[in-house]
């Protein structure tokens, strides 16, 4: 995958570790299969960008920060 795959995936797993939010817990909230966020967070996905929007509303920071 993409470089900005990648950045994006280590961004949402160092927020939501920060956070102390395991994967289940961030797939609850926002009703999304662990799996599909398990591939995000590596860098095999590609989310759309409401579900990037999603996510960083779910983690409480910009879609910014999730992508820088």
Aim: net charge positive.
């Amino acid at each position: 995958m993409t470089n900005s795959s990648r950045k994006l995936g280590v961004n949402v797993r160092r927020i939501r570790e920060e956070k102390g939010m395991t994967q289940g817990d961030l797939c609850r909230k926002l009703a999304l299969d662990r799996a599909y966020l398990s591939n995000v967070e590596s860098g095999k996905k590609n989310p759309t960008l409401a579900t990037i929007e999603r996510l960083a509303e779910a983690l409480g920071v910009s879609v910014d920060e999730l992508l820088k």
